[in-house]
Structure formats: C-alpha cells, structure tokens
C-alpha cells in the first residue's frame, strides 16, 4: 500500500500530493502500534496527557503549589495511582464534551514548534496536515467524534504521531 501511495505522490500536483501525504499518516496508525510508529524512522510520536477541566486539573494544581504537607501527600498517592507510569512532556486540558476536532485544533496551535508542524499546508478548516491523535486504546481518533466517546479519562495518554516527510 505504501509503494502505491508513493508511486501516486509523485504523479500528482502539489495539493492533491500533500492530500494524499495527509492520509498517509492515518494510514501508518491504523496498520502500525505506537510502539512499531516510534521505531519507525518516518514518525515521530508525542505522549500527550489529558487533564481534564475540572476536579483532576484541580487536583494536579494542587499538588504543584500546594505547601501544606498533609495535603501534598494525600494528593500525591492520589495521583501516583492515577498517572500511567509514561514519561510525558506535553500536557492538554480539554473537556469531555470537546469534539477531536477541538482538540487537534488547540494541541497544534500549542505546540507545532516542538513537533515541527510549522510551514505544512493547513485544510480549509485550518488543521495542519501529516498528523493524527490516537486514542489509548491504539485507534485514530476521528475529528467529528467527542472526547467522551474514547472514555478518555484524566491523566490518561494520548499519542500525536507526526509524519517526518513534511517539510
């Protein structure tokens, strides 16, 4: 499928070729794993944790400022059992009700510098091409769709998984 892919990206134009480069990062989360994506040398894959507007954001501003002793290690066991035991560097704080689309939207205005999505081809919608979300449970996550459908809870991990091709 790939060498398809690749045979139609040098006979087509510019636009319809950067379409079909779109797509093929969908591609490669569907047929790979996060884990077969990151050893893969044309992805780069972003851990992303979700931080939900309301009690678990709370909770994380909490632990963060707080100087009470007592509070700090209630809220620190609290959270050890809730946090998945993944080094992540980027975090989100979206609601349950907002649509992928949203979030996709907010993620890459965030940090399209740190994953080099600056200067790719934005869609009439004003996503940037050559990149998906995928859910913890390993699926691409669709933009029409909500949070809550992927019962996506706090401190859960998300992947944003970039193609390297763009320029």
Not at 29 to 34: G, H, L, N, T
Not at 67 to 81: A, H, P, S
Request: hydrophobic content about 35%; glycine content about 8%; proline content about 2%.
């Amino acid at each position: 499928m790939a060498e398809i892919i690749d045979a139609y990206d040098t006979l087509m134009d510019d636009d319809l070729n950067s379409r079909v480069g779109d797509s093929r990062v969908a591609l490669a989360c569907e047929m790979y794993s996060i884990d077969e994506l990151r050893k893969d040398g044309n992805y780069d894959v972003y851990d992303l944790r979700v931080l939900f507007d309301g009690a678990g954001t709370a909770a994380v501003d909490k632990y963060s400022v707080s100087g009470n002793t007592k509070d700090r290690n209630l809220d620190e066991f609290v959270i050890q059992d809730m946090m998945p035991k993944v080094e992540v560097i980027y975090e989100t704080n979206p609601h349950p009700d907002d649509s992928v689309w949203d979030l996709k939207c907010h993620v890459q205005d965030k940090y399209k510098a740190d994953w080099g999505l600056e200067g790719r081809r934005k869609s009439r919608d004003g996503a940037l091409g050559g990149w998906e979300l995928v859910s913890p449970d390993g699926s691409v996550m669709s933009y029409h769709l909500f949070l809550h459908t992927y019962e996506i809870k706090t401190f859960d991990v998300i992947h944003a998984v970039v193609g390297r091709y763009f320029g």
